[in-house]
């Protein structure tokens, strides 16, 4: 598959603490997005992170990547209840055919308990 | 500003009928994407379009699936004829940043739900 996984598949924590997901991939990219979908809803782009970097912070956000080990992890600092989505990785890269593509790992759904 | 407008958010069908999912991307975005949740195999990316020309539909199911961009300013994805396995939610996202080697952030419609009988 050309998904990239994503741990955990579940994740619950109280307000206050922090949460860290993370994503594996398979091949070389151009860059690495986290986007987040709340519940019934479309998804939103959170940050972007190129193959060149290794870290990189939005607000509460911290993305950190290491192509090396092809993968990435994204930590939500002092969560709150509103922070209750699934997260995505998705990797832009070339998985053959015409062009790169933008491909969506396996999602993590955080649950914040207020 | 207003965002991605996909149209109609919510369809419910039977079997062997057309189906017709709208899309009205960002005004100035050069690349269109049409994309399919499900729970058993996540979001896949059906087709992409580049300054309205098709660039990549390897991941259009079956020959049942069809996508157009006429213009600039709008895109369909059409089943014909429908299946209850094509039953999922259907999102159209747009770029700014595009450039067949590179993909930007993507802004993502609210989506189609599609439900087939």
């Known amino acids: 598959s050309q998904q990239g996984e994503e741990d955990p598949q579940a994740l619950s924590i109280q307000e206050g603490e922090n949460a860290t997901m993370n994503c594996s991939y398979k091949t070389s990219i151009n860059n690495l997005q986290w986007y987040r979908q709340n519940s019934g809803r479309g998804l939103v782009h959170l940050i972007l992170?190129?193959?060149?970097?290794r870290e990189k912070h939005s607000g509460r956000l911290r993305v950190t990547l290491d192509t090396s080990k092809k993968s990435s992890s994204l930590l939500i600092t002092a969560s709150r209840a509103a922070d209750t989505a699934s997260y995505f990785c998705a990797t832009d890269a070339y998985y053959g055919g015409a062009t790169n593509k933008l491909i969506f790992g396996t999602g993590t759904l955080l649950a914040v308990q207020p | 500003d207003a965002g991605v407008i996909q149209s109609p958010r919510h369809e419910v069908t039977e079997m062997g009928q057309e189906v017709t999912l709208r899309c009205k991307p960002i005004?100035?975005?050069?690349?269109l994407f049409w994309y399919r949740q499900t729970m058993m195999r996540g979001l896949e990316l059906l087709i992409y379009f580049n300054n309205n020309v098709p660039i990549d539909d390897s991941g259009m199911p079956e020959d049942r699936f069809s996508a157009k961009m006429p213009n600039a300013s709008f895109s369909t994805l059409k089943i014909q004829p429908s299946e209850p396995r094509d039953s999922a939610v259907y999102f159209c996202a747009s770029s700014p940043a595009y450039k067949g080697t590179y993909t930007g952030e993507l802004f993502f419609g609210e989506g189609s739900r599609l439900t087939v009988l």
């Open positions: 992170i190129r193959s060149n970097e």
């Open positions: 005004s100035g975005h050069n690349s």
